[in-house]
Structure formats: structure tokens, C-alpha cells
């Protein structure tokens, strides 16, 4: 039987966190698999940046602890950006991009670290993916819409489902000898754009 159950959490506050995962393992006795897709965008020049903002981005991509503890094992999965690969000149993301670089980081030093525990640790890279967070972005610039549907090769902005077969891979036995490994799924963008680059008006 499968169980479904929706809990909300702040993952920028410990404790409401812990709580959280308290209560799942209190529920299910156990956590076999976890995928920390959190993310928020600051589109602002470097220099324009606030603190809060650079620090608000790194704590919330970075949230991803604790299956350590349970000695069984299990498949952490983390949501990277091709903004951790390569930088988009038409967006000011740098808070953004050194998140993501953080995670695809993590990923890599949580694989050597947990790999004795049988504890798996993967990323993914998303490029263009169609959220309610890309929704308010694209209505606001319709220009950054339009590169985000045209610049891939596929000629598409991707979409969630899109996403979920690389995450239904990492966390089945299909991928039992895969750790420290990232997938990219971006519509062919990481390999190059359709589009020359532009400046875009905001």
C-alpha cells in the first residue's frame, strides 16, 4: 500500500525542519529517499545585491541533512541549475548561481562522505523549467519569457514531469552504483543555445 501525507515546513528555520523529518519518521518509521528542490531567484546585478538576499538564497538551496542517522541507507537527491554550470548573460543570478554551485558541491562531498553508509548522493541540473516561481518571472518580462520557450534546442521551456524520471532513477535500484553523479536536463541549452544571447530590457 502507499501512503501519501503533505507536510509544510519552512526549510530556512532548524526547527521547523527537524520537526518535520521527526514527524515523518514518526509516521513511517523511516526515511528511504530525499530530494531537496527548494530554490528562490534573486535576479540583481552583483553589486546591487543585499546580504539578505545572497544569505536567504544559500540557506534555502542548501537544506538537506539527516538520513545519516539511520544505518539503512538510502538516495539524497538535490536540485542543482545549468546556472551551476554555466552563466546566462541575459540574467543578473549570481546569488542564485553560487547557490547552485554550492549544491552540485555538496553533492559531490556528500557522496564520498556517505557512501560507506550506503547513503547515495545525486544532483540534477535543471535548465528552463516551467513553476509557479518562473510563472511571476516571465509575466514580468516578457522578453525573458520568450528566450526561456525559443533558446533551448528542444524549442521548449521544460516542465516538472520532465524532472521526475531522473528523480524516480536516482531513487530506485536502478541507480544503486550512482553517487557524486549530476544529470543535466535542459532542453539541450547546456550544449548550446538556438538563439544568440541578448541584452534583455527589464
Given at each position: 500500500?502507499?501512503?501519501?501525507?503533505?507536510?509544510?515546513?519552512d526549510?530556512?528555520?532548524?526547527?521547523?525542519l527537524?520537526k518535520s523529518?521527526?514527524?515523518?519518521?514518526?509516521?513511517?518509521g523511516?526515511?528511504?529517499?530525499?530530494?531537496?528542490a527548494a530554490g528562490?531567484?534573486?535576479?540583481?546585478p552583483?553589486?546591487e545585491?543585499?546580504?539578505e538576499?545572497?544569505?536567504?538564497?544559500?540557506?534555502?538551496?542548501?537544506?538537506?541533512?539527516?538520513?545519516?542517522?539511520q544505518?539503512?541507507?538510502?538516495?539524497?537527491v538535490?536540485?542543482?541549475?545549468?546556472?551551476?554550470?554555466?552563466?546566462l548573460p541575459t540574467?543578473?543570478?549570481?546569488?542564485?548561481?553560487?547557490?547552485?554551485?554550492?549544491?552540485?558541491?555538496?553533492?559531490?562531498?556528500?557522496?564520498?562522505?556517505?557512501?560507506?553508509k550506503n547513503?547515495?548522493v545525486?544532483?540534477?541540473?535543471?535548465?528552463?523549467?516551467?513553476?509557479?516561481?518562473?510563472?511571476?518571472?516571465?509575466?514580468r518580462?516578457?522578453?525573458?519569457?520568450?528566450?526561456m520557450?525559443?533558446?533551448?534546442?528542444?524549442?521548449?521551456i521544460?516542465?516538472?514531469?520532465?524532472?521526475?524520471?531522473a528523480v524516480?532513477?536516482?531513487?530506485?535500484?536502478?541507480?544503486?552504483?550512482?553517487?557524486g553523479?549530476?544529470?543535466?536536463?535542459?532542453?539541450?541549452?547546456?550544449?548550446g543555445?538556438s538563439?544568440p544571447?541578448?541584452?534583455?530590457?527589464?
Amino acid at each position: 500500500m502507499c501512503l501519501s501525507r503533505t507536510l509544510s515546513t519552512d526549510v530556512t528555520e532548524k526547527e521547523s525542519l527537524e520537526k518535520s523529518f521527526a514527524q515523518v519518521v514518526d509516521e513511517f518509521g523511516r526515511i528511504d529517499g530525499c530530494v531537496a528542490a527548494a530554490g528562490i531567484v534573486y535576479d540583481a546585478p552583483f553589486l546591487e545585491d543585499t546580504w539578505e538576499s545572497v544569505t536567504r538564497a544559500q540557506m534555502v538551496n542548501l537544506a538537506a541533512r539527516q538520513m545519516e542517522t539511520q544505518g539503512t541507507g538510502g538516495s539524497i537527491v538535490l536540485i542543482a541549475s545549468i546556472c551551476a554550470h554555466q552563466t546566462l548573460p541575459t540574467q543578473h543570478v549570481s546569488a542564485y548561481s553560487a547557490s547552485k554551485g554550492a549544491v552540485k558541491a555538496l553533492g559531490h562531498a556528500l557522496a564520498v562522505e556517505l557512501g560507506p553508509k550506503n547513503i547515495r548522493v545525486n544532483t540534477i541540473s535543471p535548465g528552463y523549467i516551467y513553476t509557479a516561481m518562473i510563472e511571476g518571472v516571465m509575466e514580468r518580462f516578457p522578453s525573458l519569457a520568450a528566450l526561456m520557450k525559443e533558446d533551448p534546442p528542444l524549442g521548449r521551456i521544460g516542465n516538472r514531469a520532465d524532472i521526475k524520471g531522473a528523480v524516480a532513477y536516482y531513487m530506485s535500484d536502478a541507480s544503486s552504483y550512482v553517487t557524486g553523479n549530476d544529470i543535466l536536463i535542459t532542453g539541450g541549452l547546456h550544449a548550446g543555445r538556438s538563439n544568440p544571447p541578448t541584452t534583455l530590457a527589464k
